[in-house]
């Protein structure tokens, strides 16, 4: 069972476009929400991250939307840019150590 | 700091052969992590320690065994190689208390035939 479920599996967007990366989950007992960027071949590397006291968090071009409520968050990435094509992970940790992943979309900046 | 590094890159097993995937990190980082990498289903968690001396399983744990005899080092063992864990493997570590990020190695790309 996924605990994480993300969308889309997979995205193209122009260059200068914005990106839009959705994640929902069940389980009220989780506290941290990362989101994690991989290029092939590399381990994932931590974008952003939220706590869900916290509806939004900008970092840069990157902004994390979080709706409590709804159990959603997004991934919202303006101004992309080639260098942004990777593969986008959503997660999320209980209390505990555990970090659930969702199963990933890769994004594709067309230039 | 090297960071999280992993041994081997890569390894071509055959089916009911053994390995030792390995994983060192330099960051005196009390938490470390194993998952797997399988295309479209994101990350799994096979086991994790919170310390020397302390293991426990994930979510998908069997066929595999770890230990955790420094802080350093938590390498992951394949017992009996089967098709079914071929897969990228991922180390990951975190400082503990106050410090949420985990930090990946390179990876281990594991072909079992």
């Known amino acids: 069972q996924q605990q994480v479920k993300q969308s889309p599996q997979s995205l193209i967007v122009q260059k200068g476009g914005i990106s839009i990366i959705n994640c929902a989950y069940e389980n009220t007992a989780f506290d941290y929400f990362p989101w994690y960027q991989q290029f092939p071949g590399k381990g994932p590397a931590l974008l952003i991250a939220?706590?869900?006291?916290?509806s939004e968090k900008k970092e840069g071009r990157f902004t994390i939307s979080f709706n409590k409520s709804a159990k959603q968050f997004s991934l919202h990435i303006m101004d992309s840019q080639p260098g942004d094509s990777a593969t986008y992970f959503c997660a999320a940790k209980t209390g505990a150590n555990n970090l659930f992943f969702g199963t990933g979309t890769r994004l594709t900046v067309i230039p | 700091n090297a960071g999280v590094t992993q041994t081997p890159k890569f390894r071509i097993l055959k089916i009911g052969q053994s390995m030792t995937l390995q994983c060192t990190q330099d960051?005196?980082?009390?938490?470390m992590y194993w998952y797997r990498q399988d295309p479209g289903m994101g990350l799994k968690l096979i086991y994790y320690s919170v310390g020397a001396g302390i293991t426990d399983k994930g979510e998908v744990p069997n066929g595999y065994n770890v230990s955790r005899s420094t802080t350093e080092d938590f390498p992951l063992r394949l017992e009996l190689a089967a098709p079914s864990q071929t897969s990228v493997y991922f180390c990951?570590?975190?400082?503990?208390?106050?410090?949420?990020?985990?930090?990946f190695g390179p990876g281990t790309r594991l072909t079992v035939l």
């Open positions: 939220i706590r869900p006291d916290v």
């Open positions: 990951a570590s975190r400082p503990g208390r106050g410090g949420n990020e985990q930090f």
């Open positions: 960051m005196n980082h009390n938490y």
